[in-house]
């Protein structure tokens, strides 16, 4: 293993050591004259380098943060499982610079149909520039980011895993499973719904376990497509958990239900596939060749905190819930682009005193709003006359635009609020990537920083300059004087009087540097 150094800058009132030098880090007592203690190698470990590690190295090393991520596997998944990218999501990719080239690598396909696979067009006039599904390969879009945060300065080992972690009052100590230690001021368990750094955190995970079983995988088959087209529309009528979707060259993602559960650490083989295939469907479509395998249930649990001192949960580690509606790796996403800035701030020595509170404060209730919808789906894909009968009700219901346009807002993620207390409708939501004197506004939001978007062109964001940029342009389409945006592009303000602006500003963004 080889040796890590760094230089690094002053940033707050209070001490502790970095390596050799002595730097400030928010919220820590000050040593003891002659104490002494390890060096404070990182400011964050990440354990976990899926998509939400990933996106939070980023998050992070825009700040100047020093980020070592953590991954158990020695290389990255080999099959190529698609996944989905919904509104939000794509927003989050275009705020960062990111979205050109992850367009690149995937496929757009219209916004509807997702809630419980109810197959209806998503309404117009979505409230977004990016009103689109994107499909990509999930070794695909892993390795973008990965990428990403490694050209931002993040260190990635391959091959570890966090085995013990004690947290003092000036930092955290990890150990690896090889017995190293590390030391950092946080550490994030980015490590999956089987979460290492959850379980040794003590962290209940409550909530309801699975009582169904789905296999997924991709594989080639034998018989033509036609036949399969007629046979998935026959059992598609009751059963909305089947499917086979073809990918091309002869490769399908097959989705078969199973009658009971099983033990999910052991993975299915084909011959699994084929079974369940020919119960369900009379015949298993000379399945051969498979891509990958894997099982799923419908369990859903949602972490009791997502913070327990220095140490903090995003992702599956937080929460888990069935994939249908394609919600699971956004929702992990937009947890690490919420807890981001918010943890660089920590560490940087600028953030109000209860800034990384908010992290659970928010991202918690979403997670539940999920876990709830997705137990509403799982029901309306029973095969029982009851779930039948409320899903034939509820397609009747979509046909009403307000019904269809809150279900798709719902699923995509665009219709989150976060309560920052009273004021009009557009506080606490994300904004939109409207049209601005500069191109975009999700364009100057590369950086990471705050925003303030000032059309009245008489306000100013003073001593925050070094958090906050400032854009004046009374041509920007809003329909109010000013708004400040957080780093996550959501409203944290909206008027245009200096004073309330600087009560807001000192709010999200401490105390002004002068």
């Excluded at 996944?83 to 992850?102: D, K, N, Q, T, W």
């Excluded at 051969?288 to 995003?314: C, K, N, Q």
């Excluded at 708004?483 to 009087?497: K, N, S």
Aim: glycine share 10%.
């Amino acid at each position: 293993m080889h040796s890590l150094q760094f230089t690094a800058e002053p940033s707050s009132t209070d001490t502790v050591e970095r390596d050799s030098t002595v730097v400030e880090v928010p919220g820590l007592p000050s040593p003891a004259s002659g104490t002494a203690r390890a060096p404070l190698m990182f400011d964050v470990i990440i354990a976990g380098c899926g998509p939400t590690g990933a996106v939070l190295a980023a998050e992070l090393r825009l700040h100047d943060v020093r980020v070592l991520v953590l991954q158990k596997e020695t290389e990255p998944v080999s099959f190529v499982r698609i996944v989905g990218l919904h509104i939000r999501s794509i927003e989050l990719m275009a705020m960062r610079g990111l979205l050109e080239r992850i367009l690149e690598r995937g496929r757009q396909r219209p916004a509807g149909g997702f809630f419980a696979a109810i197959n209806k067009p998503a309404p117009e006039g979505l409230d977004s520039a990016h009103a689109y599904l994107l499909g990509i390969p999930q070794p695909v879009i892993v390795h973008l980011l990965e990428e990403h945060a490694i050209e931002l300065g993040a260190q990635v080992r391959r091959g570890c895993a966090v085995a013990d972690f004690e947290q003092d009052d000036e930092g955290v100590t990890v150990e690896l499973a090889d017995g190293e230690q590390l030391r950092s001021h946080y550490l994030v368990g980015c490590d999956g719904g089987r979460s290492t750094v959850r379980k040794l955190l003590g962290v209940g995970f409550p909530g309801v376990p699975s009582r169904t079983e789905t296999l997924m995988g991709e594989m080639e088959v034998g018989v033509p497509q036609e036949e399969i087209a007629a046979k998935v529309t026959e059992i598609g009528e009751t059963n909305k958990r089947f499917s086979l979707r073809p990918f091309g060259e002869g490769v399908y993602q097959v989705i078969v239900p199973v009658a009971g559960v099983s033990d999910r650490a052991e993975p299915p083989t084909l011959e699994d596939f084929k079974q369940q295939l020919r119960t369900v469907a009379g015949t298993d479509f000379g399945v051969h060749s498979p891509r990958w395998l894997s099982r799923f249930g419908d369990a859903t649990r949602l972490a009791e905190r997502y913070r327990v001192g220095r140490v903090l949960l995003a992702g599956d580690a937080a929460h888990i819930h069935p994939p249908i509606g394609g919600q699971g790796l956004n929702l992990g996403v937009q947890d690490a682009f919420n807890l981001g800035w918010k943890l660089a701030a920590q560490i940087r020595g600028w953030a109000p005193e209860t800034l990384l509170d908010t992290y659970q404060a928010e991202r918690h209730p979403v997670a539940e709003d999920v876990l709830d919808n997705t137990r509403a789906q799982m029901e309306l894909s029973s095969t029982e006359p009851g779930p039948q009968a409320v899903r034939r009700l509820l397609t009747e219901l979509m046909d009403f635009d307000e019904v269809n346009r809150y279900l798709i807002e719902k699923i995509t993620a665009i219709g989150v609020r976060y309560d920052f207390g009273a004021g009009p409708d557009l506080l606490g939501r994300r904004l939109r990537d409207i049209d601005v004197k500069q191109g975009h506004l999700y364009g100057l939001l590369h950086r990471g920083r705050g925003l303030l978007l000032d059309r009245t062109e008489r306000l100013t964001v003073g001593g925050w300059s070094d958090r906050v940029d400032y854009l004046a342009d009374p041509t920007a389409v809003l329909d109010v004087p000013c708004v400040l945006l957080r780093p996550d592009g959501h409203v944290a303000w909206i008027g245009d009087d200096q004073q309330d602006l600087d009560d807001h500003l000192s709010r999200w963004f401490g105390k002004p540097a002068n």
